[in-house]
């Protein structure tokens, strides 16, 4: 069975490099924080071309440490897309705003900034735009609505290492921009992990100190924090994998540009990718009109496929209380109903995308 993702071969490609990375941690028992967690905060920063790094736990604490670093609290409303991870809408419902989805558009599948504009209301203080998938979203058109209503822009990065708008890195367009490192993102730890990152040093000094049981100087807590510190281990794995990302994402965007040429099925439409963006391919989606049969179809064929998401953030049961209907958002519903998607990672043989291209051509329904 090919598998939709398969990190067993990248381990085994990079092995040894990244045991002796880790063991250079265990040998400083450098583990919470510490030289290896900073050291790739500031490569990551390098890579990015932004100011500075907080790493954390995980991507949710980044969302949420950006929230609390943007002053957004009870009472806040946050603008969130419908069709994204969860994750994206608990940053702020951890800090007691509330997240307003607004539809996704009909192509990108991405925010639309059309409906944007009729969801702001005098408690809207943020919103989160989400590069999906990899594809950047129409920063542009988000940015003049944010401006001409006073709102920051929080850029959810977990799936965009590498990917551009109009030649600028995602994450360092908005405000703040946060990463997920989850085994299978584009870059990913050997375990849990996440990053905030911005040019606004003071945001990054506020979520250091948060991230840190609330201490600038160890067991003087200035506020009431958190622990959400990035393990060492993680930090010395990042900085290993961090070399390769760009030869990665260059294999991602081969895979998924030979995809894009030789899927030549009427039954199957695919994300459109507008010419002033270079997404990176972190998964790559398609919508079929019976999304489960086509899984069993390829699964038959030996091709593992999953679906991202099934149920839109909107209609999630957690969000019940906030009386969201189905139509609400109808783009989202549509692709939460009809998405598929595609094995698709660095380490894939030419061999096995000519296996997923030929079993889509001949997918009839
Ligand atoms: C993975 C993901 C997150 C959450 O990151 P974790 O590291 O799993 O907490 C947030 N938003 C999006 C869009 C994601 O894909």
Excluded at 45 to 63: H, I, W
Excluded at 306 to 317: A, N
Aim: with cysteine.
């Amino acid at each position: 069975m090919l598998k939709r993702i398969d990190l067993g071969r990248n381990y085994r490609n990079h092995k040894e490099e990244y045991l002796k990375a880790i063991e250079a941690v265990c040998e400083e028992t450098a583990f919470s924080g510490g030289r290896f967690a900073d050291k790739f905060d500031e490569e990551f920063a390098a890579y990015l071309g932004v100011r500075a790094a907080a790493g954390v736990d995980n991507g949710t604490s980044a969302l949420q440490l950006a929230m609390l670093a943007l002053g957004v609290g009870e009472g806040d409303e946050v603008i969130v897309p419908a069709n994204t991870y969860i994750a994206s809408a608990w940053g702020p419902t951890y800090t007691g705003a509330t997240p307003v989805f607004v539809d996704c558009t009909k192509d990108t599948w991405e925010i639309d900034p059309d409906r944007i504009e009729e969801k702001i209301t005098e408690k809207t203080k943020a919103i989160i735009g989400v590069h999906l998938y990899g594809q950047p979203f129409e920063f542009g058109k988000v940015k003049e609505i944010a401006e001409r209503h006073g709102l920051f822009i929080v850029e959810d990065c977990a799936q965009s290492h590498g990917a551009k708008y109009e030649g600028r890195m995602t994450g360092t367009l908005g405000d703040l921009g946060c990463f997920s490192f989850y085994p299978g993102k584009n870059l990913y730890a050997f375990g849990e992990g996440g990053s905030v990152v911005s040019d606004k040093e003071e945001y990054i000094d506020a979520i250091n100190t948060w991230k840190n049981q609330g201490c600038k100087v160890t067991y003087y807590h200035d506020v009431v924090g958190y622990n959400m510190r990035m393990e060492g281990i993680q930090g010395a794995v990042l900085s290993v994998s961090l070399k390769y990302l760009d030869e990665w994402t260059r294999r991602r965007k081969e895979i998924g540009e030979r995809y894009i040429r030789e899927i030549k099925n009427p039954r199957i439409t695919m994300q459109a990718h507008p010419a002033n963006t270079e997404p990176v391919y972190h998964l790559f989606v398609i919508m079929v009109p019976e999304a489960e049969q086509f899984v069993e179809y390829m699964a038959g064929k030996g091709i593992e496929c999953h679906r991202h998401y099934p149920v839109p953030c909107h209609l999630q049961k957690a969000y019940a209380h906030l009386g969201y209907r189905e139509g609400d958002c109808p783009n989202a519903e549509y692709l939460a109903a009809h998405c598929v998607t595609l094995p698709l990672f660095p380490e894939m043989e030419e061999e096995e995308v000519e296996m997923v291209i030929e079993a889509c051509n001949k997918y009839e329904g």
